[in-house]
């Protein structure tokens, strides 16, 4: 089954700084790539996802970038706001979403 | 006018006994989901129903056992509970079943002690 590694667990960064986190998965038939956001205590919801058929896709702060050769793929956030502090899940999908292990993002005023 | 609902949000009670969490959508969505959130944060599927029909069976005890009785609900049973089946559980619906985004209800912390 696919299996998705995420790095880095924890992630300290400097308000206005730009954070990147980065995934790695197995299968080479999967073919859709979302991120989730987890606020303390809610429930995790998607902030952007990507197809395998596109290599780039911006939302405001928000860009992911995917390397089918290289099975990996990025989430990039700019501009970094206290609100941004959270824990971030990728996602890689055939059949079935597989989570990584999420990354701890701490912005610090 | 929440999308994904679940309830409760909050169940504790002793090893051994019986608990049901139930879960609805109002999205129209044909697919639904449930998730365990361990202490780690780590995410991992539990079942997926589409139209009523079981399409995805992790390898969960089978002291769990999900129930569709119609595709805007999926509600979970477990039996005998255990200390280790503390945790978050979400419900999440999609429009497809799978490459879709996930749409996660608020989560029903389990806590047994």
């Known amino acids: 089954g696919e299996n998705v590694e995420q790095h880095p667990s924890t992630l300290s960064v400097q308000e206005g700084d730009s954070a990147v986190i980065k995934c790695t998965y197995s299968?080479?038939?999967?073919?859709?790539f979302p991120w989730y956001k987890q606020e303390l205590g809610k429930r995790p919801q998607l902030i952007i996802d990507?197809?395998?058929?596109?290599g780039e896709k911006k939302d405001q702060r928000i860009a992911v970038t995917l390397n089918k050769t290289a099975k990996h793929f990025s989430l990039h956030i700019t501009e970094t706001q206290p609100e941004d502090s959270a824990v971030y899940f990728c996602?890689?999908?055939?059949?079935?979403?597989?989570f990584g292990t999420g990354t701890r993002l701490t912005i610090i005023p | 006018d929440t999308a994904v609902s679940q309830t409760p949000k909050y169940l504790v009670t002793q090893m051994g006994n019986d608990k049901s969490i139930k879960c609805e959508q109002n999205?129209?969505?044909?697919?639904m989901y449930w998730y365990k959130q361990d202490s780690k944060k780590f995410l991992k599927i539990m079942f997926s129903y589409n139209n009523k029909e079981l399409i995805i069976n992790e390898t969960v005890p089978n002291r769990f056992s999900p129930k569709s009785p119609d595709k805007a609900h999926l509600n979970l049973h477990i039996n005998s509970l255990e200390l280790g089946d503390s945790a978050v559980y979400f419900c999440?619906?999609?429009?497809?079943?799978?490459?879709?985004?996930?749409?996660f209800g608020n989560g029903t912390r389990l806590t047994v002690t």
């Open positions: 999440a619906s999609s429009s497809q079943s799978y490459n879709s985004p996930l749409h």
């Open positions: 990507i197809r395998s058929n596109v």
């Open positions: 996602a890689a999908s055939r059949e079935k979403l597989t």
């Open positions: 299968d080479s038939a999967s073919n859709y």
């Open positions: 999205l129209g969505h044909d697919t």
